[in-house]
């Protein structure tokens, strides 16, 4: 499986990035994709998950400000993030995980100026 991500970049606080993550490849046995971040110095985290069935889990410190959804149509999740905050500045990484494998992104750097 290979997953290109897309849609990061720069904006001010408060505003919106909507992020991309398509899948290719042997696609049919993703369980779950998801939105991991690494800022600088720290460990990466968890941001967003869903499963194949569309179940979402998003961490605290996002919930309420990031929406994590799926269109199985074209193996594609996307992570809306609005009311950005310059704590959320980090490389986020699009993950899929299946009984076989797990998969990584190359990642797509967010900034967020104050």
């Known amino acids: 499986v290979q997953l290109q991500a897309s849609g990061g970049g720069l904006v001010q606080a408060g505003g919106s990035l909507r992020l991309s993550c398509a899948a290719s490849?042997?696609?049919?046995?993703?369980?779950?994709m998801g939105w991991y971040r690494q800022a600088p110095g720290k460990q990466r985290e968890l941001v967003a998950a869903?499963?194949?069935?569309?179940?979402?889990n998003v961490a605290d410190s996002v919930k309420g400000r990031f929406t994590i959804s799926r269109d199985n149509a074209k193996n594609t999740v996307y992570l809306q993030m609005n009311s950005l905050k310059p704590e959320d500045t980090a490389v986020y990484y699009c993950?899929?995980?299946?009984?076989?494998?797990?998969?990584w992104g190359q990642g797509t750097l967010v900034t967020v100026s104050s």
């Open positions: 490849g042997s696609i049919f046995s993703i369980n779950a």
């Open positions: 869903i499963t194949s069935g569309g179940s979402p």
């Open positions: 993950k899929a995980v299946s009984p076989n494998f797990t998969a």
